[in-house]
């Protein structure tokens, strides 16, 4: 039975660590790639996306509107990457792509060897762009640009008013523009 | 719409979020007649293009099936549910509720539906009302009979005094008669021994 995400809320508000554990399941996915594309780590990214869900797991009776379950989680999520830029813990520049490059080809993809590798290049590019990025502008253009959140979402999210938000978004994609004009 | 208003605008219309049909119009109108912001949407659009081709792969974590769930936020159980998190919504709700009840009932009782003091006050002020609006007739009557009573005395003296006027014309007038009867009687009997 697929069973939805607040009718899983609900029972896990009621303890059941299984329906909290279904719900995981469904949001990982999106919270690992908002993390990874943050920090421009994927084993950070995996160690903060477990965080996250441990603390949202450990901190479901704090949260008094369950509606608001996907932009709480978020909020976590970003509070994590942020202690985790604050710690400024080492960073090692894995690449966000898989180390062998020969696994990284999928046999079935149409696409030649020399396409995948001009996408590789531009998603380091890419990373390393964000990178550079203020934290504020950088974690505003993740939400949007690849988790689909709605301005106000990220609004509530930062806690900071809508105006602040656009302005964020509209600095950091000049930027970003700016860097990648260099690179390529 | 101006330059400044279109770039308010930009991210909304590149991004897709919820805009009235008008303003939309008006944005793309702007576009029409200005290279300076109709560049500047072009380039948001291409840098969106150039975003979505960063792809992260997915962690290998995420290739467990569902239904094995030992994972490590599963080992820390949450708090239960009877902190002041959970129980001030809910006094909130029974507060406001309690509120409105009062309302809803006083609502009632000024229109009368319900029994209550309210209305049992109004009843006996009116009584009040009309018995300080009799009393105040009544005083108003007292006035005006006495008036007219004043009134009927100066008539009735007036009259009384006309009506003897006239008696005592009369009896003048009688007297005078009679005294003139009188004195030709004695002359007619005068006549009648001097025969
Ligand atoms: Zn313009």
Same mark, same amino acid.
């Given at each position: 039975m697929n069973r939805s995400d607040d009718h899983l809320l609900a029972l896990a508000l009621q303890g059941d660590g299984a329906c909290f554990g279904e719900l995981a399941e469904r949001w990982q996915r999106r919270i690992f790639s908002f993390v990874c594309r943050h920090v421009g780590n994927v084993e950070e990214a995996q160690d903060l996306t477990q965080d996250t869900f441990a603390k949202a797991y450990q901190n479901l009776d704090r949260l008094t509107d369950p509606a608001r379950f996907s932009s709480w989680l978020y909020k976590i999520a970003l509070n994590e990457c942020r202690m985790r830029f604050r710690r400024? =813990?080492?960073?090692?520049?894995?690449?966000?792509?898989?180390?062998?490059?020969?696994?990284?080809?999928?046999?079935?993809?149409?696409?030649?060897p020399e396409r995948h590798l001009a996408d590789k290049e531009k998603s380091l590019l890419l990373k390393e762009a964000f990178q550079a990025l203020p934290e504020e502008q950088r974690s505003v253009i993740l939400m949007k640009?690849? %988790?689909?959140?709605k301005f106000h979402e990220i609004s509530e999210i930062m806690n900071v008013p809508l105006s602040t938000v656009k302005s964020r978004m509209y600095l950091g994609l000049k930027t970003l523009r700016r860097l990648m004009e260099k690179k390529l | 719409m101006n330059c400044d208003e279109n770039r308010e605008l930009i991210l909304d219309v590149v991004y897709g979020e919820e805009m009235n049909s008008r303003t939309c119009f008006d944005f793309f109108k702007h576009l029409d007649s200005c290279p300076d912001c109709s560049g500047e949407y072009k380039e948001f659009l291409t840098t969106r293009e150039t975003l979505q081709e960063w792809e992260v792969e997915e962690p290998?974590?995420? %290739?467990?099936?569902?239904? =094995?769930?030992?994972?490590?936020?599963?080992q820390k159980q949450p708090r239960r549910r009877f902190e002041l998190g959970s129980w001030w919504p809910t006094l909130q709700k029974v507060a406001a509720g309690f509120l409105i009840l009062m309302g809803v009932v006083s609502i009632f009782q000024h229109y009368g539906y319900l029994g209550g003091r309210k209305v049992l006050v109004s009843e006996q002020r009116l009584t009040e009302m009309m018995q300080d609006l009799i009393v105040v007739n009544q005083k108003d009557e007292r006035k005006l009979i006495g008036q007219m009573l004043v009134h009927l005395k100066e008539d009735v003296e007036f009259q009384r005094k006309e009506d003897m006027q006239d008696i005592y014309n009369n009896l003048v007038s009688l007297q005078q008669r009679y005294n003139d009867n009188l004195e030709e009687s004695n002359r007619y009997l005068k006549v009648l021994l001097e025969r």
């Open positions: 400024g =813990r080492n960073i090692t520049h894995i690449s966000l792509e898989k180390e062998d490059e020969s696994e990284g080809i999928d046999i079935a993809d149409a696409t030649t640009e690849y %988790q689909n959140l | 290998p974590d995420l %290739q467990v099936p569902a239904g =094995r769930l030992s994972k490590p936020w599963l």
